[in-house]
Nanobody
Framework: VQLVESGGGSVQPGGSLRLSCAASGFLFTTFSMGWVRQAPGKGSEWLSIISHGGGTKNYADSVKGRFTIDRDNTKNTLYLQLDDLKPEDTATYFC?????????????????????????WGQGTQVTVDL
């Protein structure tokens, strides 16, 4: 399994970014995919998940209405559109592959904030929001 994120950068508050996650090494169309983020000194924060066919999407309350998850199964690519960015969105963003095709929950992040080893993880892309 290989997951490679891109699209991070530095933006001003209110700005937008589109993150991408290129997947390979597994049958992309059969697994749910998601995003988490981690700020310095903090545990992982689950953000969003999309089912294998794209029909179900769930979001954390902290990003609902501002972030949009999507996937293109013809390109084996996962996306996260980040709009109306705030300084508190500054973090490293990671995409992940769930171990379940029908997963629509937060199982890839443990209550401790650690990442569930049953999921597969990318290396992350940095998003910085400041003036």
């Amino acid at each position: 399994v290989q997951l490679v994120e891109s699209g991070g950068g530095s933006v001003q508050p209110g700005g937008s970014l589109r993150l991408s996650c290129a997947a390979s090494g597994f049958l992309f169309t059969t697994f749910s995919m998601g995003w988490v983020r981690q700020a310095p000194g903090k545990g992982s924060e689950w953000l969003s998940i999309i089912s294998h066919g794209g029909g179900t999407k769930n979001y954390a309350d902290s990003v609902k209405g501002r972030f949009t998850i999507d996937r293109d199964n013809t390109k084996n690519t996962l996306y996260l559109q980040l709009d109306d960015l705030k300084p508190e969105d500054t973090a490293t963003y990671f995409c992940y592959k769930s171990w379940i095709g029908s997963d629509v929950g937060k199982g890839c992040v443990l209550r401790s904030g650690d990442r569930n080893s049953r999921c597969s993880w990318g290396q992350g892309t940095q998003v910085t929001v400041d003036l």
